[in-house]
């Protein structure tokens, strides 16, 4: 069946510093790849998302390419400000699915200190 | 326009009871899914109705059980309440049920077994 793997948090860094999340996935075919981002008390929201081999997606200076060779889908951001505090899923569609279900990973929780 | 609504968004019920979680999807969204989110966990899918149709079940008991009415809005139901429900219950929109269609989700309904 389908799994997403990612690091573990919590992880802590400092204002301006490199962000890197790693997502590793299994599943048949050539699913769409996706992040969410959940903020303290809130929802899921979508972040970015890819939908074949090679693309990268990006939003608010958040990027991840899809890495069919190494099935990953790493998170990566230059420079966090404190506002990027929240808990990160990575989240996969099986291709020619019936439905449009999430495989979710287990999240990674992100604290940027000023 | 107004985005994935639920409610109620905090609920507390003891050990046996009922309860009923209600999502109303962003107008023009067919498709509605159901996620449970256990405290420090990745969301995990429950069901999702497309067209007041069931796309798809997760591995729940039958204890949980779900519906879609005419105006694509959708009901989560669940019996004899066991403390390990206790979980924050999401629900996302999208405007088909199938492919990468982009899930936009509520807020959420937290629920606390006693």
């Known amino acids: 069946g389908n799994s997403v793997t990612q690091m573990e948090g919590p992880v802590t860094l400092s204002e301006e510093a490199f962000l890197t999340i790693n997502c590793t996935y299994t599943?048949?075919?050539?699913?769409?790849l996706f992040w969410y981002v959940q903020y303290p008390g809130e929802g899921l929201q979508l972040l970015l998302k890819?939908?074949?081999?090679?693309d990268k997606g990006s939003n608010k200076g958040f990027e991840a390419t899809y890495r069919k060779e190494t099935t990953s889908f790493h998170l990566e951001k230059g420079s966090v400000q404190v506002s990027d505090s929240a808990v990160y899923f990575c989240?996969?569609?099986?291709?020619?699915?019936?439905?449009?279900?999430?495989?979710f990973g287990g999240g990674t929780r992100v604290l940027v200190k000023p | 326009d107004a985005g994935v609504t639920q409610s109620p968004t905090h609920l507390i019920k003891t050990r046996g009871q009922h309860v009923t979680l209600r999502c109303s999807p962003i107008?023009?969204?067919?498709?509605v899914s159901w996620y449970q989110q256990v405290l420090g966990q990745g969301p995990q899918f429950i069901f999702q109705?497309?067209?007041?149709?069931?796309?798809g079940r997760g591995n729940f008991p039958d204890r949980f059980s779900a519906r879609q009415f005419p105006n694509y809005s959708s009901e989560l139901n669940v019996n004899a309440l066991l403390l390990g429900d206790s979980a924050l219950y999401l629900c996302?929109?999208?405007?088909?049920?199938?492919?990468?269609?982009?899930?936009?989700f509520g807020a959420g309904s937290r629920l606390t077994v006693l």
């Open positions: 996302a929109s999208s405007r088909t049920g199938f492919g990468a269609n982009v899930l936009t």
């Open positions: 109705y497309y067209e007041k149709e069931e796309r």
């Open positions: 989240a996969l569609i099986s291709e020619g699915a019936a439905g449009n279900k999430l495989t």
């Open positions: 599943a048949t075919g050539y699913p769409s």
């Open positions: 107008s023009g969204h067919k498709s």
């Open positions: 890819a939908t074949k081999a090679d």
